[in-house]
């Protein structure tokens, strides 16, 4: 079963940039899409951004559009997501998926990264 390591959250001021980054153990094939979900206290968890990992198509949630960017690397076994002009809403936990479908519904799940934004 593959395991998802988040990396790059942290304390960062609204306006800042931050890149996150998940590395799977395992292969990463050209069916898989890789994802960004979060969660903020209080709220469900929410989409993020997606890439099909064959396509490198992009998906993203309205509320980040044009300000958060996934990239893949596949040497690597990779997904970042690029987060600029952030803002105090978009501190959450920030967890790393893998699946087959942009349903998520049979997802592999990362443990988190705390994403947090001061005003």
């Known amino acids: 079963q593959v395991q998802l390591m988040e990396s790059g959250g942290g304390l960062v001021q609204a306006g800042d940039s931050l890149r996150l980054s998940c590395t799977a153990s395992g292969r990463i094939y050209s069916s898989h899409v890789m994802g960004w979900f979060r969660q903020a206290p209080g709220k469900e968890r929410e989409f993020v951004a997606a890439i099909r990992w064959g396509r490198r198509s992009t998906y993203y949630a309205d509320s980040v559009k044009g300000r958060f960017t996934i990239s893949r690397d596949g040497a690597e076994n990779t997904v970042y997501l690029q987060m600029n002009s952030l803002r105090p809403e978009d501190a959450a936990v920030y967890y790393c998926?893998?699946?087959?479908?942009?349903?998520?519904?049979?997802?592999?799940w990362g443990q988190g990264t705390q994403v947090t934004v001061s005003s």
């Open positions: 998926v893998r699946d087959s479908s942009l349903d998520f519904d049979r997802a592999s």
